[in-house]
C-alpha cells in the first residue's frame, strides 16, 4: 500500500440481466477501493430511492438490485456514476463503522483434526496448515504467524459465499500482508466458526461445511445466528457488515468454554465499540494507527 491515497480509474459499469447493475471499482483489492465501494453504497442508500431493492458492496465493486419497472436503467446508471463522483472528490475520506473484538482459539482440536483428515489436498502433506502458512510467509514458527495474525486489525471487505461470512483484508502495508494459497483441493468438511485464510484474505466461517482456506483457529462466539438469540443479532440474523473492523484476540482453552456457555445460556454479547475508519491515516502511518483503533476497545 503506498502511503498516499491511490487514484483509481473511472469504474466501469456493466448489467445482470433486467435486474442488476455491476460496478466494477477496480481489478484488485485495496483499501481504496473498498473505501469507495462501502462510500458509495452508504450514499446510494441514504437517497433511499424507490425502485432499489439490494445493494451489496464487495471488495472491489458493487452490486445494486433495482426493479426496472419503477426506475429506469439509465436513471440508476445516471445516480450512480454521480455518487461515484461524489465519492472520488471527498476532502475526507472517513466511514463510521465499528471495531469488534473476536476471540478465536488459534491452533485448537477441531480445526487440528480436520487438518490432518485432508492433508492429502495440501501442498505441504506434513505438519499444519500453521506450520504451512508461517513458512509461507518467511516466519520462524507457527506461534510467531498467530502473533502477526492477531497483532493487527481487519477491515471486513464483504460478506458472502455462505450467510454471515466475513472476508477480512489486513489494515497494513501491502508488503507486510500475510498471505497464503488455498488447499490444492477444496475440503468437503470445515468446522463452523473455523478463522480461515486464503490469497490475503481471512475468513470465519459461519456455518459447518466445504471449503479450501487454510484453518488456523475456530472463534469462540456465533457470527450467524438464524433464531437471533443473542443480543448481537436482535435486529439481524447476521453479526457483520462490510466496512466492519475486527480485532481478533487469542484465547486458550478455559476462556473458549466460559464464552461458549455463555452462548449457550443466551447471555454473550461482543466487545465492540464505534470507530470513524479514516482512509488517509490508515495509508500514511498504518502502525500508529492500527494501535490508536485498537485501542478504542480499552476503555470498554
Known amino acids: 500500500m503506498t502511503p498516499t491515497t491511490q487514484h483509481l480509474r473511472a469504474a466501469r459499469y456493466t448489467w445482470g440481466g433486467d435486474e442488476f ?3 466494477e471499482i477496480a481489478e484488485a483489492m485495496s483499501l481504496t477501493a473498498n473505501f469507495t465501494a462501502n462510500a458509495m453504497a452508504s450514499a446510494l442508500a441514504a437517497r433511499t430511492v424507490d425502485g432499489i431493492v439490494d445493494i451489496c458492496p464487495a471488495n472491489a465493486s458493487l452490486l445494486v438490485r433495482f426493479d426496472p ?4 436503467p439509465g ?3 445516471e445516480l450512480v456514476r454521480d455518487i461515484e463522483h461524489e465519492v472520488a472528490q471527498l476532502s475526507e475520506q472517513t ?23 485432508f492433508r492429502k489436498g495440501h501442498q ?5 496448515d500453521l506450520d504451512f502458512a508461517a513458512e509461507e510467509n518467511g516466519l520462524p514458527s507457527a506461534a510467531e504467524f498467530i502473533r502477526r495474525h492477531h497483532s493487527s486489525p481487519w477491515l471486513v471487505s464483504m460478506v458472502g459465499f455462505v450467510a ?8 497494513v502495508p501491502q508488503e507486510e500482508q500475510l498471505e497464503v494459497p488455498k488447499y490444492l483441493s477444496p475440503r468437503t468438511d470445515t468446522p463452523p466458526l473455523t478463522v480461515g485464510h486464503g490469497g490475503c484474505f481471512a475468513c470465519v466461517y459461519s456455518v459447518r461445511g466445504a471449503g479450501g482456506y487454510q484453518m488456523f483457529g475456530i472463534a469462540a462466539a456465533p457470527i450467524f445466528d438464524p ?9 439481524f440474523m447476521i453479526f457483520f457488515k462490510p466496512g466492519d473492523i475486527v ?7 478455559e476462556e473458549y468454554r466460559a464464552i461458549q456457555a455463555e452462548v449457550a445460556a443466551g447471555t454473550f454479547t461482543y466487545r465492540q465499540a464505534p470507530v470513524t475508519f479514516d482512509l488517509q491515516r490508515a495509508l500514511d502511518n498504518p502502525t500508529t494507527y492500527n494501535r490508536d483503533i485498537m485501542e478504542t476497545l480499552n476503555g470498554l
Open 21 to 23: 447493475l455491476f460496478v
Open 69 to 72: 419497472d419503477v426506475i429506469p
Open 75 to 77: 436513471s440508476l446508471e
Open 95 to 117: 466511514l463510521e463503522t465499528r471495531i469488534v473484538e473476536v476471540p478465536v482459539w488459534y491452533d485448537d482440536p477441531y480445526t487440528g483434526e480436520t487438518v490432518a483428515r
Open 124 to 128: 505441504r502433506p506434513e505438519g499444519t
Open 164 to 171: 454471515g461470512l466475513p472476508f477480512m483484508f489486513q489494515i
Open 227 to 235: 433464531a437471533q438469540r443473542l443480543a448481537d443479532f436482535e435486529d
Open 247 to 253: 480485532k481478533f484476540k487469542p484465547v486458550g482453552e
